[in-house]
């Protein structure tokens, strides 16, 4: 029987790691970290594995490449962009497009939510769809729409929660107004997002670090195809011309998203016990991260920029694939009845094995 095993990731916030397995092959799909330190997936009884096929490079969905010798080190499967900013070679899948992994028809679309990102379409059972991470309201990262398939597994991790890109803009506003702020931010996701949204929409240029400088010159050529059209120009643009963080001034954006680690991680350290600047962090606050802990004193707000899809984004995407069985993944069970009340007629499955 085909099926789908969620060696992690369906349950709660953790690291991505799901095995689709044939009568004739066994296909992991992501092979992540934390987000929270030290969370591993638990890969000691998976077995050998045939291939290993990422979504995304984000340590969440790709940091833990380390335990793939325990799996019988399959060979690697993602897009030139992932394998170039992992550091690894590996059979390179398109941006759109289709392809074969050991054997099994794979469809690729860019998931608006990373340079290189992409969810994955199986021809396995009546079709899995894997979204992985996704976003459909970014400003730089393209969407594709994926094709029909039976069984999607979805980007919970927002939950319940409804509110679009622009509330986010607007409760931002006084902050971006006020002039002075810090946001860790991940170089390759949300920060080129925000630092191209402060560019464009108050005529000055933010203060950047160079982690966020390389990824936006990335995003300018060798990751040019994940952007929406026209977008290049102006990103190139802050990329070759935002001053360098130098002290608390302007609106200054670098890594890491959670400030445990980059440059972030120093300044916070640096600025921790300071009345200034602001600190602001907008994405997933990991519990054992200075993000945590700064929001939880006080020293630090927490405004969300949205980099997933909300609940409404999720049921329209399941309603285009028309899928049957919806598995909501990195998002708390606590919401599952309703899910299954927004899914519907679709069913919803939180289990740890489902036939496909
Ligand atoms: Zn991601």
């Given at each position: 029987m085909t099926r789908l095993i969620a060696?992690?990731?369906?349950?709660?916030k953790g690291p991505a790691c799901f095995l689709v397995e044939t009568a004739r092959k066994r296909l992991m799909l992501d092979l992540g970290y934390g987000p929270q330190p030290g969370l591993w997936p638990d890969?000691?009884?998976?077995?050998?594995?045939?291939a290993l096929v990422l979504s995304h490079s984000h340590r969440d969905h790709a940091?833990?490449?380390?335990?793939a010798l325990k799996i019988g080190n399959p060979p690697l499967y993602a897009t030139a962009s992932v394998l170039a900013h992992l550091g690894r070679t590996g059979s390179a899948l398109p941006l759109n497009g289709t392809g074969q992994v050991r054997g099994i028809k794979l469809h690729t679309g860019r998931n608006?939510?990373?340079?290189g990102g992409v969810w994955l379409h199986l021809d396995v059972g009546d079709g899995l769809l894997y979204m992985a991470d996704h976003g459909?309201?970014?400003?730089?990262y393209a969407f594709d729409t994926p094709p029909p398939a039976g069984t999607i597994v979805l980007d919970?991790?927002?939950?319940?929660y409804s509110d679009s890109l622009d509330d986010c803009k607007a409760r931002l506003g006084p902050v971006f107004t006020r002039g002075m702020a810090l946001f860790p931010v991940p170089p390759h996701g949300r920060g080129p997002e925000m630092a191209h949204h402060v560019a464009c929409s108050r005529g000055a240029l933010p203060n950047i670090g160079e982690d966020l400088r390389a990824s936006l010159a990335r995003l300018t050529?060798?990751?040019?195809?994940?952007l929406r059209r026209g977008r290049a120009q102006e990103l190139a643009r802050i990329a070759r011309e935002a001053p360098p963080i130098a002290?608390?001034?302007g609106l200054m954006f670098t890594g890491a998203g959670d400030a445990a680690g980059g440059e972030a991680a120093a300044l916070v350290a640096r600025w921790?016990?300071?009345?200034?600047?602001e600190i602001v962090f907008t994405g997933y606050l990991p519990p054992g991260t200075p993000a945590q802990r700064l929001t939880a004193s006080g020293r630090a707000c927490y405004l969300r920029w949205n980099a997933h899809p909300r609940l409404a984004d999720n049921v329209a995407l399941a309603r285009v694939v028309k899928a049957h069985t919806v598995v909501p993944a990195f998002?708390?069970?606590?919401?599952l009845e309703a899910w299954r009340a927004a899914f519907a007629p679709a069913r919803v499955l939180l289990d740890r094995e489902i036939g496909l």
């Open positions: 060696v992690s990731g369906v349950g709660g890969v000691a009884g998976v077995g050998r594995v045939d940091g833990a490449l380390e335990l608006g939510h990373a340079p459909v309201e970014s400003p730089l919970a991790s927002y939950g319940m050529t060798d990751d040019r195809e994940s002290g608390a001034r921790e016990c300071e009345q200034q600047p998002g708390e069970a606590t919401h």
